[in-house]
């Protein structure tokens, strides 16, 4: 019988909850973006970032029992635009996916947007491969009207996904700032 | 706001939408049930359809506070139909949550255990055991291989730089490898042979797998490869002779078995699923519920609203009926109920409907007939009053019913009050009527079928005699339903015969015996002359005084006869507009300097209008009136006579009325009634006839006279004589002669 009182508490909990994190809907600054830079090279812009993840204990425990975490990394060049919001010019999102390999005890990351897969023994290693973001190349200078280049800017940020959770998850992952991972957004300019 | 509201109004009040809403719920929840079940399809829509129920219990529950709303407040205004809408809702709420609460909880109970005993101890621990038996069935073929590697690595130990890329490929073919690299232990690559001809660059080890092979000089372990499938890498050092500084790493890949392969594959997507659903039990069993909350909370709030819509619908002709009953109550028939459904509530208002048009039907009939009483009871009251008798009726138990102006007029009662009163009350009304209340009881109780009796009416007026004739009323069933009295003022009339009679009496008096008066006067006076100087003294003075005698007698006799034959004349009126005050002031001033020492008093109102009268009637009414007084207040010292003249009005006739007041004896009440009438006198003196002539001068001037003694004393004559119909337009009315 308390079980199931418990049980209920928590439906109204799940109910109630949703509304308080809705409202809020801001990101824990659990991810930081420590360094990004644009770099011009053959008329290509490319990312060089440097990120930091620091998992809150629940999505640790997650990725150990074998549920698959995706991390998007975010960069949009945008023109600014008076009164209203800024006109997007393009945008690219960079998805890798973490996973705990049981039988091998690695754990493999692996990049969604190229298909590559890569195993580490550790997750700082994995962690580590995914933060460090090396001539990602974004786009072509072409693609960006010359007369008035200046007026451009770009921003990333890198966030957990939340899409990708499994469904139960996805419930509590709503209730619980701890799955609320991401970082704020980085200007950069061109 | 008001518009949301009026809109949730009217959403709540129809049907389809409602039940559109609904279908479209139930279509929701089972996505939502599907999409727990973490199907790939549905997954990403799960937190759609949550928030699209959560928005659809809103708006149930929206629909329902507006119908629990409006239930309260025509439950507080005691609106028709409230409180049998509330009964219903309540007991159709109660029959929804009650067993669907029983399921819930039992469901949630089961709910609870299922997903508990999927996982098994046993069952994990068998996973475990798997895990571990695919790693050791692996080890040996990873020492076989690191063993394997190892002999490559001794044979290119002192290979020259140039022959490094030939020997690789032929090792690697000769070991089966996929990929061999040759890479300084700084992990920058001198040579490599790979069996993916896409491959451009070979695949790097692990920092972790260079410091452990700079460390052990070996590494040799399992490693995911792709989408699924196992590799088995292997580092080695390579000891160089030749260059004993610079050490060199042979890192190779291999690959599994494919049956092998498959098998350990199955085994870790098994374990790594069964691991996931542990760490998930919790939040699973929160999603389970979740969505069986929200079918139960979806299915009850329908529920609940289905109880609000079809409560409303059974009550919507019991409404109409008792609002159908209110308005006859109030006695409206005219209202239009409409009929709703064809079920038995239906034909129940269509059969309420039928029955408040018959009854306005009959209620109309009703007032037609009612109006027709009416009709006829005001021509009845019509010809009732235009009657000159006076009609009264009485129902069994002696209580007046009906009684025309005649017989207020007669009675001088109004008898338009006296109506309900029981015969007996009557009394009440006025002491006069004591005998006639006593003939009428005595012959009603009598029972007699038809029965008339003269009553004589005592009042300070003098007498009426009422003719009053009664009959039984009876009822359709030969019943004695009341009675009906008739009664006749004969007073008029009776004065009318004692006077026709009177005048006829003088008449003949005049006629037979003023005739033979002269003769006896002449024989007298011959007899006198012839005989008186013949006789002797005493005869001649027994002559002298009896022809004298005779003489003074038949003079007496002559003016009597005079006076009779002057009461039976009936002389033609001179009729003209007189002021009567005038003519009174000039009566007065005979008298005014009489030798009796009577104190006269005058008293005349201001703005009396002329009378139309003959002048020389109304001076002898005046002088006989006064003589009257005169003689009345002979014996007492003090006498006074006041003489009033003033407007009066009387059965709203505008009349003049001359008062005759004496400080005298007053009338006797023996003579109250005949004072009129001629040889009716308290006096030694005089004819009698001078108040008959009185009256016989007003009522040639259709006027009335009643003698009244006064409270302090003394008799007071009245006279009223109409106005002149050049004062007033009242000349023709009737008059009602008093006495």
């Given at each position: 019988?308390?079980?199931?009182?418990?049980?209920?508490?928590?439906?109204?909990?799940?109910?109630?909850?949703?509304?308080?994190?809705?409202?809020?809907?801001?990101?824990?600054?659990?991810?930081?973006?420590?360094?990004?830079?644009?770099?011009?090279?053959?008329?290509?812009?490319?990312?060089?970032?440097?990120?930091?993840?620091?998992?809150?204990?629940?999505?640790?425990?997650?990725?150990?029992?074998?549920?698959?975490?995706?991390?998007?990394?975010?960069?949009?060049?945008?023109?600014?635009?008076?009164?209203?919001?800024?006109?997007?010019?393009?945008?690219?999102?960079?998805?890798?996916?973490?996973?705990?390999?049981?039988?091998?005890?690695?754990?493999?990351?692996?990049?969604?947007?190229?298909?590559?897969?890569?195993?580490?023994?550790?997750?700082?290693?994995?962690?580590?491969?995914?933060?460090?973001?090396?001539?990602?190349?974004?786009?072509?200078?072409?693609?960006?009207?010359?007369?008035?280049?200046?007026?451009?800017?770009?921003?990333?940020?890198?966030?957990?996904?939340?899409?990708?959770?499994?469904?139960?998850?996805?419930?509590?992952?709503?209730?619980?700032?701890?799955?609320?991972?991401?970082?704020?957004?980085?200007?950069?300019?061109? | 706001?008001?518009?949301?509201?009026?809109?949730?109004?009217?959403?709540?009040?129809?049907?389809?939408?409602?039940?559109?809403?609904?279908?479209?719920?139930?279509?929701?929840?089972?996505?939502?049930?599907?999409?727990?079940?973490?199907?790939?399809?549905?997954?990403?829509?799960?937190?759609?359809?949550?928030?699209?129920?959560?928005?659809?219990?809103?708006?149930?529950?929206?629909?329902?506070?507006?119908?629990?709303?409006?239930?309260?407040?025509?439950?507080?205004?005691?609106?028709?139909?409230?409180?049998?809408?509330?009964?219903?809702?309540?007991?159709?709420?109660?029959?929804?949550?009650?067993?669907?609460?029983?399921?819930?909880?039992?469901?949630?109970?089961?709910?609870?255990?299922?997903?508990?005993?999927?996982?098994?101890?046993?069952?994990?621990?068998?996973?475990?055991?798997?895990?571990?038996?695919?790693?050791?069935?692996?080890?040996?073929?990873?020492?076989?291989?690191?063993?394997?590697?190892?002999?490559?690595?001794?044979?290119?130990?002192?290979?020259?730089?140039?022959?490094?890329?030939?020997?690789?490929?032929?090792?690697?073919?000769?070991?089966?490898?996929?990929?061999?690299?040759?890479?300084?232990?700084?992990?920058?690559?001198?040579?490599?042979?790979?069996?993916?001809?896409?491959?451009?660059?070979?695949?790097?080890?692990?920092?972790?797998?260079?410091?452990?092979?700079?460390?052990?000089?070996?590494y040799a372990g399992l490693a995911p490869s792709g989408d699924f499938g196992l590799q088995i890498r292997v580092a080695v050092a390579i000891d160089s002779l030749v260059v004993p500084t610079q050490q060199r790493i042979l890192y190779a890949l291999y690959p599994i078995a494919d049956r092998i392969s498959s098998l350990a594959d199955s085994v870790q997507s098994a374990y790594g699923q069964h691991k996931e659903l542990i760490y998930l039990r919790e939040p699973l069993k929160n999603s389970f519920t979740l969505t069986l909350s929200l079918v139960l909370l979806v299915s009850l709030l329908t529920a609940i609203w289905a109880a609000f819509f079809s409560a409303q619908r059974l009550v919507a002709p019991v409404r109409l009926l008792a609002v159908g009953t209110r308005a006859v109550a109030a006695g409206n028939y005219d209202k239009k109920l409409p009929v709703t459904s064809n079920d038995e509530l239906g034909s129940l208002?269509?059969?309420?409907?039928?029955?408040?048009?018959?009854?306005?039907?009959?209620?109309?009939?009703?007032?037609?007939?009612?109006?027709?009483?009416?009709?006829?009871?005001?021509?009845?009251?019509?010809?009732?009053?235009?009657?000159?008798?006076?009609?009264?009726?009485?129902?069994?138990?002696?209580?007046?019913?009906?009684?025309?102006?005649?017989?207020?007029?007669?009675?001088?009662?109004?008898?338009?009050?006296?109506?309900?009163?029981?015969?007996?009350?009557?009394?009440?009304?006025?002491?006069?009527?004591?005998?006639?209340?006593?003939?009428?009881?005595?012959?009603?109780?009598?029972?007699?079928?038809?029965?008339?009796?003269?009553?004589?009416?005592?009042?300070?007026?003098?007498?009426?005699?009422?003719?009053?004739?009664?009959?039984?009323?009876?009822?359709?069933?030969?019943?004695?339903?009341?009675?009906?009295?008739?009664?006749?003022?004969?007073?008029?009339?009776?004065?009318?015969?004692?006077?026709?009679?009177?005048?006829?009496?003088?008449?003949?008096?005049?006629?037979?015996?003023?005739?033979?008066?002269?003769?006896?006067?002449?024989?007298?006076?011959?007899?006198?002359?012839?005989?008186?100087?013949?006789?002797?003294?005493?005869?001649?003075?027994?002559?002298?005084?009896?022809?004298?005698?005779?003489?003074?007698?038949?003079?007496?006799?002559?003016?009597?006869?005079?006076?009779?034959?002057?009461?039976?004349?009936?002389?033609?009126?001179?009729?003209?507009?007189?002021?009567?005050?005038?003519?009174?002031?000039?009566?007065?001033?005979?008298?005014?300097?009489?030798?009796?020492?009577?104190?006269?008093?005058?008293?005349?109102?201001?703005?009396?209008?002329?009378?139309?009268?003959?002048?020389?009637?109304?001076?002898?009414?005046?002088?006989?009136?006064?003589?009257?007084?005169?003689?009345?207040?002979?014996?007492?010292?003090?006498?006074?006579?006041?003489?009033?003249?003033?407007?009066?009005?009387?059965?709203?006739?505008?009349?003049?009325?001359?008062?005759?007041?004496?400080?005298?004896?007053?009338?006797?009440?023996?003579?109250?009634?005949?004072?009129?009438?001629?040889?009716?006198?308290?006096?030694?003196?005089?004819?009698?006839?001078?108040?008959?002539?009185?009256?016989?001068?007003?009522?040639?001037?259709?006027?009335?006279?009643?003698?009244?003694?006064?409270?302090?004393?003394?008799?007071?004559?009245?006279?009223?004589?109409?106005?002149?119909?050049?004062?007033?337009?009242?000349?023709?009315?009737?008059?009602?002669?008093?006495?």
């Amino acid at each position: 019988m308390t079980g199931l009182v418990r049980v209920l508490c928590k439906v109204c909990l799940l109910w109630v909850s949703p509304l308080l994190v809705f409202s809020g809907n801001t990101m824990a600054d659990e991810f930081v973006i420590n360094s990004a830079e644009l770099v011009l090279t053959e008329k290509v812009y490319q990312l060089n970032a440097r990120i930091e993840f620091d998992f809150s204990k629940d999505v640790l425990a997650a990725i150990e029992n074998g549920v698959p975490m995706v991390i998007e990394t975010e960069i949009e060049f945008l023109k600014p635009r008076n009164y209203i919001w800024d006109e997007e010019v393009a945008s690219l999102e960079q998805r890798y996916q973490l996973q705990y390999h049981a039988l091998t005890e690695q754990y493999i990351v692996r990049n969604l947007n190229s298909g590559a897969q890569y195993t580490y023994f550790s997750l700082t290693a994995a962690l580590q491969k995914i933060g460090n973001i090396d001539h990602l190349p974004l786009i072509d200078e072409k693609l960006l009207s010359d007369r008035d280049k200046e007026n451009y800017y770009a921003r990333v940020r890198t966030h957990l996904g939340f899409e990708n959770l499994p469904v139960p998850l996805k419930l509590n992952a709503l209730i619980s700032r701890s799955w609320w991972l991401g970082s704020e957004w980085i200007e950069l300019d061109l | 706001m008001s518009r949301v509201i009026s809109a949730l109004k009217r959403v709540s009040d129809s049907f389809f939408p409602v039940l559109a809403m609904g279908l479209f719920l139930v279509l929701s929840l089972s996505l939502l049930s599907t999409a727990t079940e973490n199907s790939i399809q549905f997954g990403r829509m799960h937190l759609a359809l949550v928030v699209i129920n959560a928005l659809g219990l809103i708006v149930l529950v929206g629909l329902i506070g507006v119908n629990f709303i409006r239930l309260i407040r025509n439950y507080n205004r005691n609106v028709v139909g409230s409180r049998l809408t509330a009964r219903l809702v309540f007991i159709f709420v109660i029959l929804a949550v009650a067993p669907v609460s029983v399921v819930y909880y039992f469901s949630l109970g089961f709910l609870q255990r299922g997903i508990d005993s999927w996982f098994d101890v046993r069952v994990e621990q068998a996973m475990e055991n798997a895990l571990e038996l695919s790693r050791s069935s692996l080890d040996m073929r990873i020492r076989e291989l690191l063993k394997q590697t190892r002999d490559m690595a001794d044979s290119l130990a002192d290979a020259p730089e140039a022959t490094v890329m030939l020997n690789l490929s032929d090792l690697r073919h000769e070991g089966n490898a996929y990929e061999l690299t040759l890479m300084t232990d700084g992990g920058r690559i001198i040579a490599s042979s790979t069996d993916d001809t896409t491959a451009i660059i070979p695949s790097k080890p692990d920092e972790v797998i260079l410091s452990q092979v700079r460390q052990n000089k070996s590494y040799a372990g399992l490693a995911p490869s792709g989408d699924f499938g196992l590799q088995i890498r292997v580092a080695v050092a390579i000891d160089s002779l030749v260059v004993p500084t610079q050490q060199r790493i042979l890192y190779a890949l291999y690959p599994i078995a494919d049956r092998i392969s498959s098998l350990a594959d199955s085994v870790q997507s098994a374990y790594g699923q069964h691991k996931e659903l542990i760490y998930l039990r919790e939040p699973l069993k929160n999603s389970f519920t979740l969505t069986l909350s929200l079918v139960l909370l979806v299915s009850l709030l329908t529920a609940i609203w289905a109880a609000f819509f079809s409560a409303q619908r059974l009550v919507a002709p019991v409404r109409l009926l008792a609002v159908g009953t209110r308005a006859v109550a109030a006695g409206n028939y005219d209202k239009k109920l409409p009929v709703t459904s064809n079920d038995e509530l239906g034909s129940l208002v269509q059969s309420f409907s039928e029955m408040t048009n018959k009854i306005s039907l009959a209620r109309d009939e009703a007032n037609k007939s009612k109006e027709q009483v009416e009709r006829e009871r005001a021509y009845l009251k019509a010809v009732l009053g235009r009657l000159s008798s006076g009609v009264i009726t009485l129902d069994d138990e002696l209580t007046i019913r009906v009684a025309n102006s005649t017989a207020s007029q007669i009675l001088e009662v109004d008898m338009d009050r006296a109506v309900g009163v029981r015969l007996k009350a009557l009394q009440g009304y006025g002491v006069h009527l004591r005998d006639f209340i006593d003939v009428l009881k005595r012959n009603l109780i009598m029972n007699q079928q038809d029965w008339s009796e003269e009553v004589t009416i005592s009042r300070k007026q003098g007498n009426k005699i009422l003719m009053c004739r009664g009959a039984i009323l009876h009822s359709d069933e030969n019943e004695r339903a009341g009675y009906v009295v008739v009664f006749d003022d004969v007073t008029r009339l009776v004065h009318a015969q004692r006077e026709a009679a009177w005048g006829e009496v003088a008449r003949r008096l005049a006629h037979e015996i003023k005739n033979p008066l002269t003769p006896i006067q002449l024989s007298a006076e011959r007899l006198r002359r012839k005989y008186l100087s013949t006789m002797s003294p005493e005869d001649a003075e027994v002559l002298d005084r009896s022809t004298h005698t005779i003489v003074q007698q038949v003079e007496s006799m002559k003016e009597m006869v005079k006076a009779f034959s002057e009461y039976a004349r009936v002389p033609k009126l001179q009729l003209q507009s007189l002021k009567i005050e005038a003519l009174v002031n000039e009566v007065l001033d005979l008298y005014r300097d009489d030798e009796f020492g009577i104190k006269f008093t005058l008293a005349i109102d201001e703005n009396v209008p002329d009378v139309e009268a003959d002048a020389g009637r109304i001076r002898q009414l005046l002088h006989n009136l006064i003589k009257n007084s005169i003689e009345s207040t002979r014996k007492r010292t003090d006498a006074k006579i006041t003489i009033s003249v003033s407007n009066a009005q009387h059965l709203g006739q505008h009349l003049v009325e001359l008062r005759v007041v004496d400080n005298g004896p007053g009338i006797p009440d023996n003579m109250i009634d005949t004072l009129f009438e001629p040889y009716t006198t308290t006096k030694t003196k005089g004819g009698g006839l001078g108040l008959a002539v009185v009256k016989r001068i007003v009522e040639e001037h259709s006027g009335s006279v009643f003698a009244e003694n006064q409270h302090e004393g003394g008799a007071c004559v009245v006279v009223r004589l109409p106005v002149s119909t050049h004062d007033s337009g009242n000349s023709d009315a009737s008059l009602l002669v008093q006495a």
